[in-house]
DNA sequence: TTGTACGCGTTATCAA
DNA sequence: TTGATAACGCGTACAA
């Protein structure tokens, strides 16, 4: 059986109380007790019942503010959907879920955001820009006390406690494999990205590359072009790419916009269609996989972000610390038609 | 904040006892008050506590049998690491597990088995053998009150509280895609099962022409054959196969005999390789990837299968009742050499 | 038949 | 600085 505070306390001498204060490092205990109690853990190897501490914790009542640049994103539906799901299995110990979203990537209105919701909650979660703006304002809740917790986008120089999303580099390798497959190793690419300044789309890239390099000496890039993850500018700048190439026969889609390029491809092509492979299993993009126009989509768990980045900032608040890993990175799934 | 023994206790004004009686139905409880409790926690929509259940669960220290017809099968590794995972979360609550692995597929030495490990036991997670033998066994352990719950192989005719496991209908119809996708919808196939006599080989098979059937007009099957999941019989009949049909140009392996022939495609075939399909991936399985031999494998979460069975288990232990699902399947998941 | 009281492990509070 | 005690929700032994 597993070692108790109790037994703990017996087995040093002072009272359960005092245990609590060493192993929580609530201060007020006599130095020679504190080593004593620290020892005697150690040695036993005490690990904190959950049961027990996720009881206690029910009086206490937690709130853990969510906060999403998703508004008109379906892709965060999804990512939501996850939220929900851990809110719904948290109630019994005592949390609740602040949810909002805003629309667009404006950094001073998300930091304001930022700002009304902290201070109403315990921890955040939240989906960064990545600005300086923001970073401060991570590093300044995290200073207070509060755990910060990046969902599906990462951020550079902060303090935040833990990223949980995307691997996007391993996604972009899986997505250049499933290309390779597709195509018998020969291909004539042409890209088609978000943004050359979101870095996890560079970071899909940058996957992509390194196994192209590596495994398909017959692939040759015709041509790289962005979407601003918009179906207009994607619709528009897929059919100028696909007239002054003739010879694309395989496209991979980095981001959003899928809809756009797939029509442009549609108005473009008659006989020969490329192979596609994108990123994130929307009901959109179920749609074009149903109708054979996407052969593979690279889906990175939406649910599970939403859901273990909760997890995790429950986690936070429990134990009082960051998590053991800075990173919980999803798996990258191959989806086709046949498993949806 | 969710409605506790207590509430309801105080609103239809009798004592915790009693609601307790009722929700437990333990009977010795006059029949117009077990009513009123009936009606309140209905109307409260009264879930249980899982945080306070475990904690009062831990004083009684459950013991859950873990069955496998593993020994000498590798696929099974990841089962029994999920079965330990599962194990190591659950030492909180007063859960211990007793794992036994048998070799082959006597259903006399399975009934053997699991009649020593239910005397020592509160519930059992098991691969049957598709016999009646068993199927009477479980059925007599599940009247004597023990969950009973079958990991990875289902059993018919029984009363097993649960199935965790493959859709082995799911997974065929994902290896029919991928292989279309692989082929350009175009192939001559050789199709190599463990043995007609499993329900699940058959199953993946079924799933299997069915896409073809819907989906794939370019596919013509050559010759199924079967491998006994053998490396050796595999070895021979696939030499055997590939000789009389220099025509086949794909290869769906529906179960295990993968390496004998893959052996086989490289002993016969110079030129044109055939692309291979199987399901799960062992380590085995994963070097035949790297190697370029097999195309995808088509995992069906071995790990989650493990883990899942036990936690299956510990719910059917605390609430007393069978799980809400009849059968728990896992997701097909598509890998390739980039996804490792 | 019904109610009371205690214990599970942790945490918070109050008194010493 | 300490220790004792109550509370969280549930299960259960025991008393009424």
Redesign the pocket.
């Known amino acids: ?2 070692v ?3 037994q703990i306390s017996e087995l040093s ?9 060493v ?2 490092t ?5 130095p ?3 080593a004593l109690v620290q020892q005697v853990a150690q040695q036993l190897g ?4 959950m ?3 996720a ?6 009542s937690y709130s853990i503010g969510v906060l999403l640049c998703s508004k008109g994103n379906p892709f965060f539906e999804e990512v939501i959907r996850g939220v929900k799901a851990a809110e719904k299995e948290l109630t019994d110990f005592g949390v609740r879920i602040q949810l909002q979203t805003v629309k667009g990537y404006d950094d001073q209105q998300l930091k304001t955001a930022m700002q009304e919701i902290a201070a109403n909650v315990n921890a955040l979660v939240l989906t960064p820009v990545n600005s300086k703006i923001i970073a401060d304002e991570i590093d300044t809740l995290t200073a207070s006390g509060m755990p910060v917790i990046m969902v599906n986008t990462d951020i550079e120089g902060s303090r935040r406690a833990c990223y949980v999303g995307s691997d996007y580099m391993a996604g972009g390798r899986v997505a250049c494999g499933i290309l390779r497959l597709l195509t018998n190793g020969q291909a004539h690419l042409g890209m088609l990205t978000g943004s050359l300044r979101i870095l996890g789309h560079n970071q899909r890239i940058a996957g992509f590359r390194q196994i192209m390099k590596r495994d398909c000496p017959g692939f040759t890039l015709s041509e790289l072009e962005t979407t601003e993850d918009d179906d207009i500018i994607g619709y528009e700048n897929t059919k100028r790419m696909l007239i002054s190439h003739p010879e694309i026969d395989a496209l991979f889609l980095v981001a959003a916009g899928i809809y756009g390029v797939c029509r442009a491809v549609q108005d473009v092509r008659r006989n020969i269609m490329p192979k596609i492979v994108c990123f994130d299993a929307t009901p959109q993009v179920q749609e074009l996989m149903q109708d054979g126009i996407v052969q593979a989509a690279i889906d990175q768990q939406p649910f599970r972000q939403g859901y273990e980045s909760v997890q995790t900032a429950y986690q936070c608040l ?1 134990t009082g610390k960051p998590p053991r890993q800075d990173r919980i990175l999803m798996e990258s799934r191959i989806l086709i038609r046949e498993s949806l």
């Open positions: 059986m597993a108790t505070i109790k001498g002072v009272s359960r109380g005092t245990v609590d204060r192993l929580n609530r201060g007020h205990v006599a020679e007790k504190a005490y690990q904190p019942n049961a027990g501490k009881l206690a914790a029910r009086k206490k429990l």
